[in-house]
């Protein structure tokens, strides 16, 4: 049997939370819980702490931040804490052996993949930016490659095809939580046999880039839908009509032909846009226009009229 007395808690946004939320609820022992440092946040830019420190701080469980992670004084302060295991769930820093190695059963991750897909940074946005139906959580040995690790537990999840970015992670989130219990109670039992990665199985899951976020009315309704909701909330799939800059939502892949050049738009019915792509015709529900909120088409097309025949470009 496996003593897991003392964990500490690697992670920083609120994807995180669910995971050290589950383990406090389970009874774990929190010893410490290690995030990234405040940041500036907001249109005003003020300091806030993340979100997994306002939960630490609320249990009053001992809060580290360090700007530098590998320095032999911040390997003696984690040392000293005795831990057992580490548990990672999106700290967001690439971790050296040395710490990896503190606790005497090593370190365990929560990754939003089914690994070894989607490796990196991304990988909840990238599944549905990729049109993947199907995603999950996997359970992993940390070593020092980017999520190369040994496989220790997998759940699978679908993903539903209004699902935005957020609303995955929301999901995700909830099921690392809970699968990262179970393998916590297996690893007491000595009943979580490690599973080598497939190398040739690997894809990567890079981070976003604000350059993925124009769209480009040539590619496929079906690829189209998926830009918007993988980019939401950020880095905000949009596209320009009349030079002014608009921002879709709720997007619908539609099931007809279309010979109209693709962004012009086709129609207009009782749910939204009608817009041509190069493959298809895409429904656009709700839109953000430049300097106003997010709203139902109908709305905005009371305060701005639109003709059939109009093009959305990219720039």
Known sequence: ??????????GTPEFAVPSLQAMLDHGENIVAVVCQ????????????PPPVKVVAQSRNIPVLQPDKIRTPAYLAELAAFEADLFVVT?????LPAALLDLPSLGTINVHGSLLPKYRGAAPVQRVILA?????????????EGMDTGDILLTDHLHIHPDDTAADLAVKM?????????????????DNLPPRQQDDSLASEAPMLSKDEAPINWQGSAAEISCQIRGLDPWPKAHTYLADKWLRPFRPVVLDEACSQAPGTLI??????LVIATGNGALLIREIQYEGKKRMPVADFLRGHPLEPGITFTSA
């Open 173 to 189: 989130a909830k099921l690392g939580g809970r699968l990262l219990v179970e393998a916590l109670e297996l690893l007491r039992a």
């Open 90 to 94: 999106a700290y967001g820093r690439i």
């Open 1 to 10: 049997m496996a003593e897991i007395n003392r964990i500490i808690f690697m």
């Open 131 to 143: 049109g993947e139906e199907i995603t999950g959580i996997t359970i992993m040995q940390m070593d």
């Open 37 to 48: 440092p405040d940041r500036p946040k907001g249109r005003g830019r003020k300091v806030q």
């Open 267 to 272: 129609r207009i019915d009782p749910q939204g």
